[in-house]
């Protein structure tokens, strides 16, 4: 049998006894609802029924991972009865559609809070709940645009390098989301009365940028992408090409890492009091690549990982997992999902009294209905009648 998705009482979590219900979406809520299912969290997800049958043939979702799933037709009445009973039981809600969607579908903020005032009702959405952009389309990508964030990619003389949905989707909406969700749960506590939480992509990924904006103010971060360290520009803070077509990274920003990054390197001539002169960035960059390319990666590896010069070599996904300071950290697990071996990223961060759950394969839509809508008192034979009329699958 595969593992099941409840866990066990030795590794609950720090979030055990907390019930969240999601309503499915895709992006930084199934995120940042798995991030509270990993910590021990009851979460289940509401899906629609007349997705069940197709989804049975996908492969699990492993954002999906330590949820249950049921799968209810929202437009019944006896689905949307289910939906009430699992929303009056719960202690936080998730949703990631346009503004004014689940008032439409009438489980909005107002509704939830007249039968559940303790609920913490988590929204996430790119622009946010207000705004002249709120009811427009968008992706991460333009996200981390209007925040001024994308700009900081730009290398001297290109456009702006686009980062992966990891800084929007993920870094501003789901990371923000699970945050702003505990926090409310935690005054819950102790007013007892719940609260929106509006988690937009933008506002995270803004506030994200905390620290570039300080440095800008203090001079130590310039908008030329030329005469700033970190736009591509210096020899000391740079994606490396080596002799293989591998690549390395080099961070050596204090002075006294750069001494030793320019002493390894055996660039003795090379003045370490002049580091921060992007006059002399160019020609000692080139100097630098050059002698870069003249080893492999793993070369590089055995001579610089380690030190002080800041470095790393550039993995792919799937060398990552065996390097060893990963497999040390147990950065990875590997789990047996409908028999194929599936590789995924561990939960974090690491608790020492309260760890998280391990991981168990993504629940699929509607494979923990019965389950749950009898943990609600309904019956076997109330819930064949439901699956009969269409209201569950």
């Known amino acids: 049998m595969p593992p099941s998705n409840t ?3 030795s590794e609950r979590g720090p979030l055990a006894g907390l019930r969240v219900i999601e309503f499915a979406g895709i992006g930084p809520g199934p995120f940042a609802a798995m991030m509270l299912a990993d910590m021990g969290a009851d979460v289940i997800v509401i899906e629609r029924a007349a997705d069940a049958a197709a989804a049975a043939g996908y492969p699990r979702s492993a954002l999906n991972r330590g949820k249950r799933s049921i799968a209810l037709d929202l437009k019944s009445e006896a689905g949307r009865d289910a939906a009430w009973r699992l929303i009056e039981s719960a202690d936080a809600l998730t ?8 008032e439409r579908l009438g489980f909005g903020p107002d509704a939830v809070a007249a039968r ?11 622009w946010g709940q207000s705004g002249p952009l709120a009811q427009a389309a968008g992706h991460d990508i333009n996200y981390v645009a209007l925040t001024g964030v994308l700009a900081t990619s730009a290398r001297a003389g290109q456009a702006p390098v686009i980062p992966p949905t990891l800084v929007g989707d993920i870094g501003g909406g789901a990371m923000f989301l699970a945050f702003g969700l505990v926090c409310a749960l935690h005054e819950a506590k102790r007013s007892g009365r719940g609260q929106v939480v509006d988690a937009a992509m933008i506002d995270g990924v803004a506030a994200m940028s905390g620290l570039i904006h300080q440095m800008r103010d203090n001079g130590f971060w310039r908008d030329e992408p030329a005469r700033n360290l970190f736009s591509n520009s210096s ?20 002075p006294q890492f750069y001494a030793e990054l320019l002493q390894r390197l055996e660039l003795t001539d090379v003045d370490p009091a002049r580091q921060y002169d992007a006059r002399a960035w160019p020609e000692l960059k080139s100097r630098v690549a050059a002698r870069i390319k003249t080893r492999t990666r793993d070369a590089w590896c055995a001579l610089l990982e380690g030190t002080d010069v800041c470095f790393a070599p550039v993995l792919s996904l799937a060398e990552a997992p065996a390097h060893p300071h990963n497999a040390a ?22 608790l020492s009294r309260t760890p998280a759950r391990t991981p168990t394969p993504g629940a699929r839509c509607g494979e ?3 389950e749950v809508l009898a943990e609600l008192g309904l019956d076997r034979e109330r819930i064949a009648r439901l699956r009969a009329g269409g209201a569950c699958a």
Do not use: S, W
């Open 95 to 102: 949703e990631g559609y346009r503004p004014g969607v689940m």
């Open 116 to 126: 559940n005032p303790r609920l913490v009702y988590g929204r996430v959405t790119g």
């Open 235 to 254: 020899p000391f803070y740079e994606v490396f090409e080596c002799a293989d077509g591998g690549h390395i990274t080099l961070g050596a920003i204090e």
């Open 7 to 9: 866990p066990r009482p």
């Open 368 to 370: 923990h209905t019965d």
């Open 329 to 350: 950290r147990q950065l990875f697990v590997d789990l047996e999902v409908d028999g194929k071996p599936q590789r995924q990223p561990a939960p974090a961060p690491r």
